[in-house]
């Protein structure tokens, strides 16, 4: 992993990083052109750090904001093999953060893609890059069913009692011994 994926992924996270000024825009193009050729080669986490190059720490322009979109996707991308749903949902959640109330075309996306990650296992965000805590919790969807691992950890609970109960069942079966 390279150095600037590291800083990527640390500031990201919201960890003590100074805020990034958005790049000026005639500066996006090679990191644009730099993620689709990653992209081409299978390299999502390089695409995804280019990506973030472009979206800046709060994105303000309609390209940072698709960007982030983008990278929100290959994060949560089932091809990718460093699947990343922790950073997807933070993704998303800074994109709804973010994006103008009206923007009807990449807000369901970035809904959607929030929603997988937690049932994917993220945890929920609370508070997605620069907005407050109190903001998060208006604009983030809520996921009404359980996550996946949580219904996986539940069927392999059920089946372990419904073995039990087999086990119980041949027990009292059994022909006694003579």
């Known amino acids: 992993m390279s150095f600037r994926l590291i800083a990527v992924a640390v500031c990201t996270a919201g960890l003590s990083c100074a805020p990034f000024a958005s790049p000026p825009r005639s500066t996006t193009a090679p990191a644009r052109d730099r993620a689709q050729h990653a992209l081409e080669i299978g390299n999502h986490s390089g695409a995804i750090a280019e990506l973030l ?46 994006a103008p109330a009206g923007d009807a075309d990449g807000r369901p996306m970035a809904q959607s893609f929030y929603l997988i990650a937690l049932e994917l296992g993220a945890e929920p965000v609370t508070a997605p890059g620069c907005i407050s805590v109190d903001s998060a919790a208006l604009v983030l969807p809520k996921r009404d069913a359980a996550s996946m691992p949580d219904r996986i950890k539940g069927l392999e609970r059920e089946l372990a009692r419904l073995r039990d109960e087999l086990v119980r069942i041949r027990k009292t079966l059994e022909p006694s011994p003579p």
């Open 53 to 98: 190059l472009v979206a800046g720490r709060c994105p303000a322009t309609e390209d940072e904001r698709h960007a982030l979109l983008t990278a929100a996707a290959l994060a949560l991308d089932p091809s990718n093999g460093s699947r990343q749903v922790e950073l997807g949902a933070s993704l998303a959640a800074r994109y709804l953060a973010t």
